[in-house]
């Protein structure tokens, strides 16, 4: 996960924003409807102009669909509960840790049942 840095300005036109995100300015446009978070301001020749926080949100959304594969209902809902993409992954590793042990131990009971059944069909 790469870490974008966002220049220090007060308004982005959507092309910049969609360099900095890596996405198509039509995804953008998609995100805006799906995630209320997102409220570009408009001039007065009706261009979007990003905030740094719609930026920020932005980034994170990317991060949420496109490298940890979240629906985008489901990156709807963590980010209503406030949490931001790198707290999530953060907070998932002892789970996953703990799940992936759970795995290994009921592989090799599987493996010792299986060795088990050869031998009884072997006698």
Do not use: C
Request: aromatic content about 6%; proline content about 4%; glycine content about 4%.
């Amino acid at each position: 996960m790469m870490k974008t840095t966002i220049p220090d300005k007060l308004y982005f036109k959507i092309g910049e924003v969609a360099k900095m995100a890596d996405v198509p300015t039509h995804v953008l446009r998609y995100w805006e409807s799906e995630f209320s978070g997102i409220k570009p301001k408009r001039a007065n020749s009706k261009q979007r102009l990003y905030r740094k926080q719609d930026v920020e949100l932005i980034l994170d959304i990317k991060i949420l669909l496109h490298e940890q594969g979240y629906t985008i209902a489901g990156a709807r809902k963590l980010l209503e509960s406030g949490q931001k993409p790198f707290q999530i992954v953060a907070e998932a590793e002892p789970v996953i840790i703990k799940a992936s042990n759970k795995l290994q131990t009921i592989k090799q009971e599987l493996k010792e049942l299986q060795d088990l059944l050869i031998s009884k069909k072997e006698s």
